[in-house]
């Protein structure tokens, strides 16, 4: 009897074998179809684009880290000082083939407002690392990954101090506050908010797209110590889909209204029919430019 269980035991671990081998060569059957299509795109970006591989050192992780680089149309030929708009996922903004088949047309927004004789606007991408999720989290969850170490503290300083002088010492910005806006999606819209409260002298306006604020409770608190709350600007975006998204960020809205924030400060759009994903944040990008960059 204790030989046919064991016998019966093998065969099934056998079986379990064979069944997660072949979904691990259905994975990367579906990843290497990924890329061939991904390869067959064209690139979006404008001809502003620059890309800038491993340009700058993260000082904390003693690594480089690429940039993209969009300058307004004329920059090369006038005397201009633009206002500055910093992307978290840096790879998101520009190009369809470097996002893999979708991306928020920054430049196409931009360059469309810029020749009707709207606002102009510098754009930095800062691509993130492949440990997003510890690098876009200012402090740990208090829920899902609570026991993952996290890093986003020391990121939204090194962005502040260090990626900001770097442009500033190259580039031709309008350096105060009111001209330096910070953006992102998800967890990159958790650090948006995050870095306009923890530095207000640095940054004045954050487009906070679909933010993670379930991470933790402690976001709602952020503020408290911004005495420069009410001179910011900040717009919230998510989609309809994201019913937990949507509630966190009606709710940090009546948060920030009861603290005293002009609510001509803040926009908050919720896109119709949308999720979780690229296509609400490019909606979003075309309602918030021309408010965010004019105040």
Excluded: C
């Amino acid at each position: 009897m204790m030989k046919k269980l064991r016998y019966v035991i093998l065969i099934g671990l056998v079986g379990a074998g064979i069944f997660f081998a072949y979904k691990e060569i259905q994975k990367r059957q579906r990843e290497r179809e990924h890329q061939a299509w991904v390869a067959t795109l064209e690139h979006t970006a404008s001809p502003n684009v620059q890309i800038l591989p491993d340009t700058i050192t993260v000082d904390y992780l003693g690594e480089k880290r690429t940039l993209a680089l969009y300058l307004p149309e004329g920059y090369e030929t006038d005397s201009v000082d633009y206002p500055v708009i910093y992307f978290l996922d840096g790879q998101s903004p520009f190009d369809q083939r470097i996002q893999e088949g979708t991306e928020w047309e920054v430049d196409e927004v931009i360059d469309s407002i810029s020749q009707l004789g709207g606002q102009k606007a510098i754009v930095v991408g800062i691509y993130n690392s492949e440990d997003r999720l510890r690098e876009y989290k200012p402090f740990p969850s208090d829920r899902l990954y609570s026991y993952k170490r996290v890093s986003g503290d020391q990121h939204a300083e090194w962005i502040a101090t260090k990626v900001k002088p770097w442009v500033d010492e190259r580039y031709r910005t309008q350096t105060e506050p009111a001209s330096t806006i910070i953006g992102g999606a998800s967890l990159g819209g958790l650090m948006s908010y995050y870095m306009l409260m923890e530095y207000p002298e640095v940054f004045g306006g954050a487009i906070v797209f679909s933010p993670s604020f379930w991470v933790h409770e402690k976001v709602y608190k952020l503020h408290e110590q911004n005495e420069q709350l009410h001179q910011q600007r900040i717009y919230f975006n998510a989609g309809q889909l994201e019913t937990p998204t949507v509630e966190s960020i009606e709710k940090m809205h009546q948060v920030l209204l009861d603290a005293g924030m002009p609510a001509e400060n803040m926009h908050l759009d919720v896109e119709e029919g949308e999720g979780h994903w690229h296509m609400t944040w490019l909606k979003g990008f075309k309602k918030v430019y021309p408010w965010i960059v004019t105040g």
